[in-house]
Nanobody
Framework: VQLQASGGGLVQAGGSLRLSCAAS????????MGWYRQAPGKQRELVAA???????NYADSVKGRFTISRDNAKNTVYLQMNSLKPEDTAVYYC?????????????WGQGTLVTVSS
């Protein structure tokens, strides 16, 4: 499975960005797709995740501001980020989990940098 992320950039506080991540390759069995982020000097953390059935999970810090969605036909997951804050600055990584023949596989895309200026 290959994950291609796009959509990062520089935005002022209060602004919006939309991240996209397209999965390709052996995509059968992918269940959860999501976004993690890693700020300088900090551990990577879950931002939001969505199952193939549409169930979502968000970090408390982004609830009400970020929305994750998924287009199963396009094998693409999106992260709409509104009301961005400087503390949202991080490298954002797309993630996919696949269950195949009883084994869970985890895949990561390349990071995309989001910088929020104050």
């Amino acid at each position: 499975v290959q994950l291609q992320a796009s959509g990062g950039g520089l935005v002022q506080a209060g602004g919006s960005l939309r991240l996209s991540c397209a999965a390709s390759g052996s995509i059968i069995g992918i269940n959860v797709m999501g976004w993690y982020r890693q700020a300088p000097g900090k551990q990577r953390e879950l931002v939001a995740a969505i199952t193939s059935g549409g169930s979502t999970n968000y970090a408390d810090s982004v609830k009400g501001r970020f929305t994750i969605s998924r287009d199963n036909a396009k094998n693409t997951v999106y992260l709409q980020m509104n009301s961005l804050k400087p503390e949202d600055t991080a490298v954002y990584y797309c993630n996919a989990e696949k269950l195949w023949v009883g084994v869970k596989y985890t895949y990561w895309g390349q990071g995309t940098l989001v910088t929020v200026s104050s």
